[in-house]
């Protein structure tokens, strides 16, 4: 864990303390020892999916992508997601969607992955309950990458992990209960 000292002025300022110029030293200290990930991997659903649900038409036509990357490119998203900010705060590249990595030598590798899977969530509903990878799935998609040598174990402890589920759990009990949840109070 980081620590953070904050020095204060004592009353007698004529001795050379500097306040200021102290906490600044410090800033800089903390800085070089934060963490610097390598690489980002993402999982989780539609919130995070950078173009792995390839059979969901719609993310695949305009007007999704059309501020960012420009083009339709399986995002659920008309611009940027989560997942670009992230990277981009840590100074990485947005980590590829899995699909379109096809082998260990693969450039892409270099940024991570990127497993989340649009219309999914941590259990098998939604999308997931028709065969695509929930939560579980995708974890195995990274055990996988790991078995097969795409990525390594120096990968994951110098790396960044960003997991996004929100609704579609929720959506799909609601549904699975005929479109009423009873509540006793």
Same mark, same amino acid.
């Given at each position: 864990?980081?620590?953070?000292?904050?020095?204060? @002025?004592?009353?007698?300022? *004529?001795?050379?303390?500097?306040?200021?110029? *102290?906490?600044?030293?410090? *800033?800089?200290?903390?800085?070089?020892?934060?963490?610097?990930?390598?690489?980002?991997?993402?999982?989780?659903?539609?919130?995070?999916?950078? /173009? !792995? !649900?390839?059979?969901?038409? /719609?993310?695949?036509?305009?007007?999704?992508? =059309?501020?960012?990357? &420009?083009?339709?490119?399986?995002? $659920?998203?008309?611009? *940027?997601?989560?997942?670009? $900010?992230?990277?981009?705060?840590?100074?990485?590249?947005?980590?590829?969607?899995?699909?379109?990595?096809?082998?260990?030598?693969?450039?892409?590798?270099?940024? /991570? #992955?990127?497993?989340?899977?649009?219309?999914?969530?941590?259990?098998?509903?939604?999308? @997931? &309950?028709?065969?695509?990878?929930?939560?579980? /799935?995708? =974890?195995?998609?990274?055990?996988?990458?790991? !078995?097969?040598? $795409?990525?390594?174990?120096?990968?994951?402890?110098?790396?960044?992990?960003?997991?996004? #589920?929100? &609704? !579609?759990?929720? =959506?799909?009990?609601?549904?699975?209960?005929?479109?009423?949840?009873? #509540?006793?109070?």
């Amino acid at each position: 864990m980081n620590e953070w000292t904050i020095y204060f @002025a004592g009353q007698n300022t *004529r001795g050379g303390v500097n306040a200021s110029a *102290r906490l600044q030293q410090q *800033r800089q200290m903390d800085k070089k020892q934060a963490f610097q990930a390598k690489k980002l991997f993402v999982f989780g659903d539609s919130y995070a999916d950078t /173009g !792995n !649900n390839k059979d969901k038409a /719609g993310c695949w036509k305009q007007p999704y992508g =059309i501020t960012y990357p &420009g083009h339709p490119s399986g995002r $659920f998203s008309d611009g *940027r997601l989560l997942t670009d $900010f992230l990277a981009k705060f840590y100074g990485l590249e947005a980590p590829t969607a899995y699909r379109f990595i096809k082998d260990k030598d693969d450039p892409h590798l270099q940024y /991570g #992955v990127n497993f989340a899977y649009g219309g999914t969530g941590v259990f098998a509903t939604g999308d @997931a &309950g028709e065969g695509y990878p929930d939560l579980a /799935g995708q =974890i195995d998609l990274l055990k996988k990458y790991l !078995n097969d040598s $795409f990525i390594n174990k120096s990968d994951l402890e110098t790396s960044l992990s960003f997991l996004s #589920v929100n &609704g !579609n759990d929720y =959506i799909s009990y609601f549904y699975d209960q005929n479109g009423t949840i009873e #509540v006793n109070l």
